[in-house]
Nanobody
Framework: QVQLVESGGGLEQVGGSLRLSCAAF????????MGWFRQAPGKEREFVAA????????TYTDSVKGRFTISRDNSKKMVYLQMNSLKPEDTAIYYC?????????????????WGQGTQVTVSS
């Protein structure tokens, strides 16, 4: 089992950058692939990025490729999402999640553990 706490959200202008952090509490962090999802008002939760257990493999949704970078530090039990060249459509609540799937997954149903989310707002 793992508990997840996100931080780093806020208000940023178009073209700016934010770095989200996710702290994991528990003894089995390295057993989980990690993902970031987001949910905009009136929309369903969508996959953003995932990183494998060892950090060697990453997956991104097409809309953030080249702009966002997911990474993890297993020694600190941390996951990060570096977001550059922000767009208004990036505005959402961002959630960190943990999955037992080795390489991570794009499917929310394969993530049994979730944080409470952090708000990201991009103003134009």
């Amino acid at each position: 089992q793992v508990q997840l706490v996100e931080s780093g959200g806020g208000l940023e202008q178009v073209g700016g950058s934010l770095r989200l952090s996710c702290a994991a509490f528990g003894h089995t962090f390295v057993s989980f692939a990690m993902g970031w999802f987001r949910q905009a008002p009136g929309k369903e939760r969508e996959f953003v990025a995932a990183v494998s257990r060892d950090g060697d493999r990453t997956t991104y949704t097409d809309s953030v490729k080249g702009r966002f970078t997911i990474s993890r530090d297993n020694s600190k039990k941390m996951v990060y999402l570096q977001m550059n060249s922000l767009k208004p459509e990036d505005t959402a609540i961002y959630y960190c999640a943990a999955s037992g799937v080795l390489q991570g997954s794009i499917w929310a149903a394969e993530y049994p553990y979730w944080g409470q989310g952090t708000q990201v707002t991009v103003s134009s």
